[in-house]
T-cell receptor
């Protein structure tokens, strides 16, 4: 089955700096890669996603890149703000959501 | 918009007790899911229901049962709770097709003593 590894497990940055979270996956059949943000006491919420036919996608301060050959994908947050502090999960999906595998999460702390 | 609603938010059980976690969605989604979240392990799929009337096992189904009561509601039952089932449980739903997103409820924090 699919294996998704996520690094780092914790990340502290100064407000205004950039943050990068990296994931690798093992199943070449995976073709959809969502990222979720989970705030304390809440459920995960989709913040950005990318499909295997696209190399990069941006939405304001967040961007995701995908390297299919190396089976890597990354989340980039620029100009970080305290409200970006949360746990971020990557995931890889082949087919329906019953075939989605999540990474183990990165706790991001943005220091004012 | 309520989205995905889970009850209860917190629950403490003694080993061997039973309980049912409730989930309802108001987005007319066909598919619903139950996940558990444990520290350092991400989210793992317990059971899912691709459509009304069907349920299937996920990665970690042992000790759980589910019921898709109707299109809106999907419940998770622990028949005889064990300490290993202490976790945060999330219900989620998604619509049809590869373009549909996964929406999560706010979770149930369950402790089994």
């Amino acid at each position: 089955g699919e294996n998704v590894e996520q690094h780092p497990s914790t990340l502290s940055v100064q407000e205004g700096d950039s943050a990068v979270i990296k994931c690798t996956y093992s199943d070449s059949a995976s073709n959809y890669f969502p990222w979720y943000k989970q705030e304390l006491g809440k459920g995960p919420q989709l913040i950005i996603d990318i499909r295997s036919n696209v190399g990069e996608k941006k939405d304001q301060r967040i961007a995701v890149t995908l390297n299919k050959t190396a089976k890597h994908f990354s989340l980039h947050i620029t100009e970080t703000q305290p409200e970006d502090s949360a746990v971020y999960f990557c995931a890889a999906r082949s087919g329906g959501y019953q075939k989605v595998t999540f990474g183990t999460g990165t706790k991001l702390q943005v220091i004012p | 918009n309520a989205g995905v609603t889970q009850t209860p938010k917190f629950q403490v059980l003694k080993t061997g007790q039973s309980m049912t976690l409730q989930c309802a969605q108001d987005m007319n989604h066909n598919s619903m899911y139950w996940y558990r979240q444990d520290p350092g392990m991400g989210l793992r799929l317990i059971y899912y229901s691709a459509s009304e009337g069907t349920t299937d096992k996920g990665e970690v189904p042992n000790g759980y049962n589910v019921s898709r009561l109707n299109k809106r509601e999907f419940s998770l039952r622990l028949e005889s709770a064990a300490p290993s089932q202490t976790s945060v449980y999330f219900c989620a739903s998604s619509g049809q097709g590869l373009n549909e997103k996964l929406f999560f409820g706010s979770g149930t924090q369950l402790s089994v003593l």
